[in-house]
Nanobody, 121 residues
Framework: QVQLVESGGGLVQAGGSLRLSCAAS????????MGWYRQAPGKQRELVAA???????NYADSVKGRFTISRDNAKNTVYLQMNSLKPEDTAVYYC???????WGRGFRDYWGQGTQVTVSS
C-alpha cells in the first residue's frame, strides 16, 4: 500500500504565500519524479511543477518565478513554495508520484487526495 498525504493548503490573500507538502509512505522501493497538479472548477487538471529524483525541475509557464518545487528524498517528501499568489491560482492541488513498490515491478503514478488553495482578491 502506498499513500500520498498532502498538507498546507488554505485561504490566503492575493500576494500572499503558502507552502504545500506531500509525504509518500508505504511499500515504496524507488521514486522517480514527484510533482504537483491542480484543478480549478470547470477546468482540466494541469501540471504545476515537477521534480526528478536528481533535482531537475519543470514548471508551468503561469507559475514560473513565483512557485518553487523541492524534495527531500530521504523523507519521500515533495514541497511546493507558492509566492505572489493570484486569484487564478485558486484550485485543488494534487500531489503526484511516479514510483515502484519493488525490484522488477513497473513504475506507476500515485495521487494524493488533494488540498484546496483559495486566493482571495
Amino acid at each position: 500500500q502506498v499513500q500520498l498525504v498532502e498538507s498546507g493548503g488554505g485561504l490566503v490573500q492575493a500576494g500572499g504565500s503558502l507552502r504545500l507538502s506531500c509525504a509518500a509512505s508505504g511499500s515504496i522501493f524507488s521514486i522517480n519524479a514527484m510533482g504537483w497538479y491542480r484543478q480549478a472548477p470547470g477546468k482540466q487538471r494541469e501540471l504545476v511543477a515537477a521534480i526528478t529524483s536528481g533535482g531537475s525541475t519543470n514548471y508551468a509557464d503561469s507559475v514560473k518565478g513565483r512557485f518553487t518545487i523541492s524534495r527531500d528524498n530521504a523523507k519521500n517528501t515533495v514541497y511546493l513554495q507558492m509566492n505572489s499568489l493570484k486569484p487564478e491560482d485558486t484550485a485543488v492541488y494534487y500531489c503526484n508520484s511516479d514510483l515502484t513498490t519493488g525490484w522488477g515491478r513497473g513504475f506507476r503514478d500515485y495521487w494524493g487526495q488533494g488540498t484546496q488553495v483559495t486566493v482571495s482578491s
